[in-house]
T-cell receptor
């Protein structure tokens, strides 16, 4: 149980274009979705938290207009990096959370390596 | 705000030996959860062990155990009989037990190398 699908695993895009990363919880419903960014050899940095049907809450310093998060259903959330630039190159990880009472707890996608050229 | 500190950027251990990874945290709360996550080269985050602060008994999962010292705000991870597959980044994480505060606060991580 608790299967998470994150796509794409790798993407290369040109500077100025937008990239969408998709995260699905395949066998459970995620009331909350966390999106992280991880630079090489560093820890996970929380970018934003979203609840199904609500606007995402962004961490300080994260541009909400650049990193668009949609959590339209309990099994799907997307992160769109708009007008990507080389400094947006990073590893992005989604983390669907089903709530403490479900026994599922915290889960993580396999990550997306974004390279902006 | 809560913080998590992992003071050992890198550690190494011989195969079959025991290693302890350190983690301290800062909080004013009395009820919370602590976690250890493993991130192998594949970069998939894997839960190793979790501890509820209200439980005095240290959590164990097979070869993995913790030493939870609530007063000292310390949560170390002991890996016994280390295996080559244990080589990974290990992250300590904290989560408040307060309703509406579900986000995890991660430490900077410890890179564990297992030598054959």
């Amino acid at each position: 149980g608790a299967v998470v699908s994150q796509h794409p695993s790798r993407v290369i895009c040109k500077s100025g274009t937008s990239v969408k990363i998709e995260c699905r919880s395949l066998d459970f419903q995620a009331t909350t979705m966390f999106w992280y960014r991880q630079f090489p050899k560093q820890s996970l940095m929380l970018m934003a938290t979203s609840n199904e049907g609500s606007k995402a809450t962004y961490e300080q310093g994260v541009e909400k207009d650049k990193f668009l998060i949609n959590h339209a259903s309990l099994t799907l959330s997307t992160l769109t990096v708009t007008s990507a630039h080389p400094e947006d190159s990073s590893f992005y990880i989604c983390s669907p959370y089903a709530g403490g009472g479900t026994g599922v707890g915290y889960t993580f996608g396999s990550g997306t390596r974004l390279t902006v050229v | 705000a809560q913080t998590v500190t992992q003071s050992q950027p890198e550690m190494s251990v011989q195969e079959a030996e025991t290693v302890t990874l350190s983690c301290t945290y800062d909080t004013s709360e009395s009820d919370y959860y602590l976690f250890w996550y493993k991130q192998p080269p594949s970069r998939q985050m894997i839960l190793v062990i979790r501890q509820e602060a209200y439980k005095q008994q240290n959590a164990t999962e097979n070869r993995f155990s913790v030493n939870f010292q609530k007063a000292a705000k310390s949560f170390s991870l002991k890996i016994s009989d280390s295996q080559l597959g244990d080589a990974a980044m290990y992250f300590c994480a904290y989560r408040s037990a307060q309703g509406g505060s579900e986000k995890l606060v991660f430490g900077k991580g410890t890179k564990l190398t297992v030598n054959p």
